[in-house]
């Protein structure tokens, strides 16, 4: 578990700034506004008032690399730990906001749960037909080259990812896959990184996309607005995707070094 969590790091970090530059790109070409430069005594003033937020973080991760709690514990704490923050600490609700608070919360919980159950139906129905297996058997009849079985195996989940939901992927492809992929001689945790960066992007696309759903409930626009615009990113995802695949070192360096990989 360790393992996996350092081999995110760095795929991490490259998703993240391939993301900021075409950001960036859209933003320049397009002319957005510019924001002020903040001075430095205000920015100081602002990372120490954003510090009691980002303990949130160190409570999530630390807590699971730690051993303390398991991934759901560490969300539910965070969770307590926000809550305590927004209300007594920046004081940006009231009381008497809290049940509009709590509904919006709940519509979101139960349209995601709702895509979440959908998708975990159709899970369901492919594991019965052994639709993954299948698919599988399919693409090692048509080569067996290492590249070329990786690039089919993305393509596999990629297409997965936008039909199911992460969780039910997870547990009705890793049995499937991991075996194949270890006959090719890919380290397990490099191919965790592979099966996450697949079913991520299957997040942010319809018809599941939960992650889509979500952005587009908080930013309160519709998914054909949000679709319109969102192809450059998607092309940003599948390059990193394709760095990640045929690099395994920007996965398997920093478990290596931390010896958390044997």
């Not at 969590?5 to 700034?17: R, S, T």
């Not at 903040?38 to 510090?51: C, E, F, G, K, Q």
């Not at 299957?202 to 607005?225: D, M, R």
Request: glycine letters at 8%.
């Amino acid at each position: 578990i360790s393992a996996l969590f350092m081999a995110g790091v760095f795929p991490g970090l490259l998703l993240g700034f391939s993301l900021i530059v075409l950001c960036l790109a859209i933003a320049y070409r397009e002319k957005h506004p510019q924001g002020q430069i903040v001075p430095a005594r205000d920015a100081i003033r602002i990372t120490i008032d954003a510090a009691w937020g980002l303990i949130t973080l160190v409570i999530i991760l630390g807590g699971i690399l730690g051993g303390i709690f398991t991934a759901i514990e560490a969300g539910a704490v965070a969770c307590i730990w926000a809550f305590f923050v927004t209300m007594f600490v920046y004081r940006d609700y009231r009381w008497r906001d809290l049940p509009v608070l709590l509904h919006r919360t709940l519509r979101t919980v139960a349209m995601v749960l709702t895509l979440i159950a959908c998708a975990s139906s159709v899970g369901y129905i492919m594991a019965l037909t052994q639709m993954p297996a299948k698919m599988t058997a399919f693409f090692l009849s048509i080569s067996d080259n290492k590249y070329v079985i990786l690039l089919l195996i993305n393509v596999l989940l990629l297409v997965l990812g936008t039909l199911v939901d992460m969780a039910p992927s997870i547990l009705i492809a890793t049995p499937i896959l991991l075996p194949v992929m270890k006959n090719f001689g890919v380290d397990p945790v490099h191919f965790g990184m592979i099966m996450l960066l697949n079913l991520g992007i299957g997040l942010c696309h319809p018809p599941v996309g939960s992650i889509l759903f979500v952005g587009c409930a908080v930013g309160k626009v519709t998914i054909e607005q949000v679709m319109r615009k969102i192809w450059p990113f998607y092309a940003v995802m599948f390059f990193v995707l394709m760095c990640v695949t045929y690099l395994p070192e920007i996965s398997l360096w920093l478990p290596r070094q931390l010896h958390v990989l044997h």
